[in-house]
């Protein structure tokens, strides 16, 4: 049972006691909410993008774009989204292992990199993600578009409505906080 109480920003889970300081008070008032509500609404995430290869047009490097998506895929895990990705060479798009990956499981969110919708020469890369993300997955998915590797985490939320609903209220809460 989970119970909400905005006006103070109240959430009682039995398993958020870890969130909770010595005298049960929150820790971080806005983590145990979202937390709560979240818990609620996991969702199954897939990134399609470019390898950090020359072909790609990417100013980084492929360790450093790992770094950055393995912080954004514990900063979805935090917010109970499990990310998982696929990420191919432009030049010589993997077809099959794409079309594996995307069937491998029903995915509630598929994420396209900005790297793969921003290059003019790599558009009919981007049109078979799309594509055949709507056609061959267990089910169709919604579609986020991150403007950067760390921003998955916000694209999905902003097409998640369930999601979408949670933060509009944690920015109102916080808000209505700041204003008393």
Known sequence: ????????????????????????????????????????????????????????????????????????RRRCQDNYITLDRFLVDPSNPDVDRMRNKIRERSWDVVAIGYGVRASQAWTGVFELMVNMAAQEGKSVPKFAFNLMPNQVLEAVMRVSSDMAVTEQVEIKADQAKVDT
């Open 1 to 72: 049972m989970v119970l909400f109480v905005l006006n103070e920003m109240f959430v009682s889970e039995t398993s958020l006691t870890s969130e909770f300081d010595t005298q049960n008070q929150f820790v971080n008032k806005s983590k145990c909410f979202k937390t709560a509500i979240m818990t609620s609404s996991s969702k199954i995430v897939l990134l399609l993008g470019f390898l950090a290869v020359p072909a790609s047009g990417s100013p980084m490097s492929q360790e450093a774009l790992d770094q950055m998506l393995e912080g954004e």
